[in-house]
């Protein structure tokens, strides 16, 4: 029971980060980039990793129930894995993406 709430706790906080945190951080990133295309994609991508660090936790809370079919979860674990040890070099991708656009806007 402990884990379907700590699902629903993070259900929540994806919520709030989506909803009230990461349109602040787009108003802070339009106002530095003036590029809608810029400000668009980078959220996109933020989004996309809160849902994927979403889906480690909900397949991690899974797991520790004690259920012979919930169980069979732990066959997401290769493709998770795969993702999980793209996370470093997604967050450089994204650190040069941001340089890169914040030097082409200080150019103009």
């Given at each position: 029971?402990?884990n379907?709430?700590?699902?629903?706790?993070?259900?929540?906080?994806?919520?709030?980060?989506?909803?009230?945190?990461?349109?602040?951080?787009?108003?802070?990133?339009?106002?530095?980039?003036?590029?809608?295309?810029?400000?668009?994609?980078?959220?996109?991508?933020?989004?996309?990793?809160?849902?994927?660090?979403?889906?480690?936790?909900?397949?991690?809370?899974?797991?520790?129930?004690?259920?012979?079919?919930?169980?069979?979860?732990?066959?997401?674990?290769?493709?998770?894995?795969?993702?999980?040890s793209?996370?470093?070099?997604?967050?450089?991708?994204?650190?040069?993406?941001?340089?890169?656009?914040?030097?082409?806007?200080?150019?103009?």
């Amino acid at each position: 029971m402990i884990n379907f709430a700590g699902i629903i706790f993070a259900a929540i906080a994806v919520l709030i980060i989506i909803i009230k945190i990461f349109p602040r951080i787009g108003g802070l990133a339009d106002s530095i980039f003036n590029d809608d295309g810029v400000v668009g994609n980078l959220m996109s991508l933020l989004v996309i990793l809160v849902y994927i660090l979403f889906a480690f936790t909900v397949i991690g809370l899974i797991k520790n129930v004690d259920n012979k079919y919930l169980n069979y979860v732990s066959l997401l674990d290769p493709g998770l894995e795969i993702f999980n040890s793209m996370m470093p070099y997604i967050k450089w991708v994204i650190f040069a993406l941001l340089i890169a656009a914040a030097l082409k806007q200080f150019r103009k």
